[in-house]
């Protein structure tokens, strides 16, 4: 009888050292989902690679990875907490961040960058033939301006209202990007634009069957005033034919979080998870390995670092700058 209350005894403290512990530790590791964009392209391998670093070497997060329609629908989810990461155009995620342009008085304050990875081109290709020769003079032009609402569609938008143009001002044609690619070739477009990867298929493909080239976008001033871009130039061997490298703007594709989705401390160890065994995911697709590392982490964002983010840098040396430091 004595050993059967003793046993009672030590069973109940048992259960009351279980309830004693954090609720965290009950729950295990907390869930996340990574959204990404269309399966056919480099973003959602990259991310299923990165869900299961995550994994294997976070103890506090289980990731998974969901193919989504890219930056539009990221943010939107990561600011109903659909999502808890997702990837955006650099400047798709400023507009939101600041309440600006698509987002104009719903600015999405909680929005928070954590690291860059590849890198899209602003592409805007004419005839090789064609007199035209910057993007002022598209003016009266049947140009490609991208599909209604895209992150292409949007660029074009910006640079055009530089150069001191809008829609009314030309003949937009709103196109998927194949379809523009083959109205180029056809003579029924005289220019479109395209953000997209350097020497992707479609663009390969026109550059093959047709003589092209590609206007610039050099100005400082167009860079001043709109941060979320950067100037590079596209190597003269990226595209036959080509006789010399053209400057023009790129867009960073950002991963971001919300300051509710994750804690510092899961950000910093998430980061520390994926960086120090970045050859487990960037290898995922050829622009990923080529753009993505850490020491280009924080090249060319524009919105704020996680409060986590910014621990995890400078814990590895790096300068955080003044812009990534929310107030």
Known sequence: MGDFIM?????????????????????GPQRMVIATAGTAGALYPMGVAMA?????????LKASAEASAASL????????????????QNEMAYFAYTGTGKYAGRAMKNL?????????????????DSPITSIAQLKGKRVGVGA??????QAARIILGYYGLDYQKLKAEFMGNVDMVSALKDGSL???FITHPLRSAPLLDLATTKKVRLLPIAEDG????????????????????????VPTATSRIVMYTTTGALSADQVAGLLAALWDNAGEWTGSHPAVKRYTTLQDALVGLAVPLHPGAVRFYQSRGMQVPARLLAR
Request: with cysteine; glycine share 8%.
């Open 7 to 27: 046993r009672r005894t030590f069973l109940a403290a048992c259960l009351c050292a279980g309830l004693a512990l954090p609720a965290a530790a009950l729950a």
């Open 52 to 60: 299961e670093t995550i994994n294997k070497h976070s103890k506090s």
């Open 112 to 128: 928070r960058s954590l690291f860059g990875t590849i890198i899209s081109w602003v592409q805007v290709f004419v005839p090789a």
């Open 73 to 88: 629908e990221n943010l939107r989810n990561l600011a109903s907490g659909q999502v808890e990461m997702g990837i955006s």
């Open 148 to 153: 209604p609402g895209s992150g292409g569609e």
């Open 222 to 245: 167009f860079y001043q005033a709109h941060p979320y871009y950067s100037r590079r130039l596209v190597p003269v061997k990226a595209y036959p034919g080509m006789a010399a490298a």
């Open 190 to 192: 005289d220019a479109f």
